[in-house]
């Protein structure tokens, strides 16, 4: 090449140089797109927690705990319980634990001077306030075996202790013997936790169907289709009960969505959607309302698996906050604050009016630290609060309480081998079922 070309081509890549623009670097932390399913960045608005102080409702000595806690009717607003939690007072074996196939979904049932308690297989027990099994009835149908099915819920009332089961029925027993009153088969898988409100059973079964049941015969009074797609029926066993006001009934579906109807005739009266999904966590592609609808004063609070809570008017649906928070379980009113265990594995205090983070405290995780071996996530059960604190019940092997002003957490009790259900509090006692089905009473 000549010396003209050569000078030519320095020329031009010099001018190409001037022209380019220089790198721009963006201000932030840098995040690593490899991080794990704990740690990856979401949606929400990150908050500072915040101490408020909480003048809860005046502690009251319940003899019972009949119910989830989504109807007015049959919650206690603030159970008694002792400012200090000892230990276990009584354990009693109920049947089979948690297995790959199987997992007790059923919260225990305070009536009558009796424990009630479901195992993962279908078996129902009763014991005395003191432990000494009572009875128990296996309700497997005699054409399956006992591993077909699992699941299901608990709820009494009507002086009958009602009980879904995976295998498609709702039966009523009597709480002194076990005996069938009766049994209604629902066609489809029913792990949805009943409620009963004057005359009515209520429970949504696995294909997205809502019934009403007489309590006195097991006829049915009348059925609610819910919203699904072909295919898309419930995914999360142990579904979540349904919400029972002056009114109106408030059916929680697999779907995200919910369907309020008048509670005697089944008239549709508005529908609304637990609508939205956490960015980048793949667990969140799970619909299903998991945080049982609660009915308090003139509002329903619900929440989602995906990372949603919302407030919606009990009257007619309509939207009134959206929390970009989930709920595991039924969140608890009190005293204008809402608490819950998210999907994230934080206990929340949020303003019931607006949905705004008051504090938010971090529960444990994965069971393994090691990144590589970050599989199994702790299970965490709650809240309840009773004797004036938060309760959380995990399957790490320890009942948490926290301070309900701050979220810090004050004491903690061990619960052998790991909660497998919500805790109940009744007759100054707290009652949780751990994962090898086994019955705990703890004071």
Excluded at 17 to 43: H, M, N, Q, W, Y
Excluded at 86 to 105: A, F, L, M, Y
Excluded at 172 to 180: F, H, K, N, Q, R
Excluded at 201 to 226: E, F, H, K, P
Aim: proline content about 5%.
């Amino acid at each position: 090449m000549s010396t003209a070309k050569w000078i030519m081509a320095g020329v031009a890549a010099a001018v190409l140089a001037g022209c380019a623009e220089e790198d721009t670097i963006l201000p932030g932390k840098r995040e690593d797109l490899r991080a794990p399913f704990g740690e990856v960045s979401d949606d929400r608005v990150r908050t500072q927690n915040v101490a408020q102080n909480i003048s809860l409702p005046k502690q009251t000595s319940n003899a019972a705990w009949t119910h989830r806690i989504g109807s007015p009717a049959t919650r206690t607003a603030h159970p008694a319980l002792a400012a200090q939690l000892t230990g276990v007072q009584w354990s009693s074996k109920i049947g089979e634990g948690d297995s790959r196939r199987h997992r007790i979904t059923a919260d225990p049932v305070v009536a009558d001077g009796r424990v009630f308690a479901m195992d993962s297989k279908s078996k129902v027990s009763a014991l005395s306030l003191s432990g000494e099994p009572l009875w128990s009835v296996d309700l497997t149908p005699a054409r399956d075996r006992e591993s077909d099915a699992g699941g299901g819920g608990l709820a009494y009332g009507d002086g009958k202790l009602i009980v879904s089961s995976g295998f498609g029925s709702v039966r009523a027993l009597d709480p002194a013997s076990g005996a069938e009153i009766w049994a209604q088969d629902l066609n489809a898988s029913t792990t949805g936790t009943p409620s009963i409100s004057r005359g009515l059973v209520y429970v949504v079964s696995g294909d997205n169907v809502a019934w009403a049941i007489d309590s006195g015969t097991g006829r049915v009074a009348w059925q609610l289709d819910g919203f699904s797609e072909a295919g898309n029926v419930s995914n999360v066993s142990g579904g979540p009960a349904p919400a029972v006001g002056e009114d109106l009934v408030v059916f929680a579906f697999g779907s995200g969505d919910m369907q309020a109807a008048f509670r005697k005739g089944g008239l549709r009266r508005w529908d609304a959607a637990v609508a939205g999904q956490r960015r980048g966590v793949a667990a969140s592609t799970v619909s299903d309302i998991t945080g049982d609808p609660v009915i308090d004063g003139a509002v329903v609070y619900a929440g989602s698996h995906s990372g949603r809570i919302v407030a919606v008017n009990v009257e007619s649906g309509a939207r009134l906050w959206t929390a970009k928070d989930g709920a595991l379980g039924p969140v608890w009113p009190a005293s204008g604050s809402l608490f819950a265990v998210t999907d994230r594995n934080e206990l929340v205090r949020l303003d019931a009016e607006t949905g705004t983070r008051i504090w938010g405290t971090k529960l444990p995780f994965f069971v393994r630290e090691d990144r590589r071996r970050r599989s199994e996530i702790v299970a965490h059960y709650g809240p309840v609060i009773a004797g004036g604190r938060v309760l959380v019940a995990s399957n790490d092997g320890l009942v948490r309480s926290f301070d309900p002003a701050t979220g810090a957490q004050v004491s903690a009790v061990e619960i052998p081998d790991g909660a497998s259900t919500n805790p109940v509090v009744a007759g100054g006692t707290l009652y949780v079922v751990s994962r090898k089905g086994v019955l705990h009473a703890i004071r």
